[in-house]
């Protein structure tokens, strides 16, 4: 007799246990991944044609726009630029040579070249590389 009461007990305190289990919160979602710091080779010289683009003079400073993601996370990397510059000082004929990583700044060097405005006219395959330093000149 005294071992069914025992049993009961025992079976009673295991089917709360059970569902106390079952009522208990579950654990929250587990932290998004922080992306990751892709790696890069280091930024190539431009290099200018001396006859067909002499020089490039931009008419007053460019402002160049550091992608919002790849600052957050310190993403460095270049993005190198080659193309035309038409008679009324525009960027024409842009082609990308080059950038590392790959598709991270192109968007935005692409952007600054398409705004900005050269006081040189009718050049030929002028070149331009950005790099995206963490630790940019203040």
């Known amino acids: 007799m005294e071992a069914r009461k025992e049993f009961r007990?025992?079976?009673s305190l295991a089917a709360l246990l059970a569902a106390a289990g079952c009522a208990s919160t579950p654990p929250p979602p587990a932290a998004p991944a922080a992306p990751q710091v892709l790696p890069h080779t280091a930024a190539?010289?431009?290099k200018l044609?001396?006859?067909a683009c002499p020089v490039i003079v931009f008419n007053g400073?460019?402002?160049?726009?550091y992608p919002q993601k790849a600052f957050e996370i310190g993403q460095e990397g270049w993005t190198r630029y080659r193309f035309d510059i038409d008679d009324k000082g525009k960027?024409?004929?842009l082609r990308l040579v080059g950038s590392s990583p790959a598709g991270v700044?192109?968007?935005a060097a692409r952007a600054t070249i398409e705004q900005a405005q050269f006081l040189s006219a009718k050049e030929?395959?002028?070149e331009l590389v950005f790099a995206y330093r963490k630790d940019a000149p203040k």
């Open 91 to 93: 960027a024409a004929n």
């Open 44 to 46: 190539p010289e431009a």
């Open 49 to 51: 044609d001396p006859v």
């Open 61 to 65: 400073p460019q402002s160049v726009q």
């Open 105 to 107: 700044f192109d968007d």
């Open 9 to 11: 007990r025992v079976a």
């Open 124 to 126: 030929k395959d002028c």
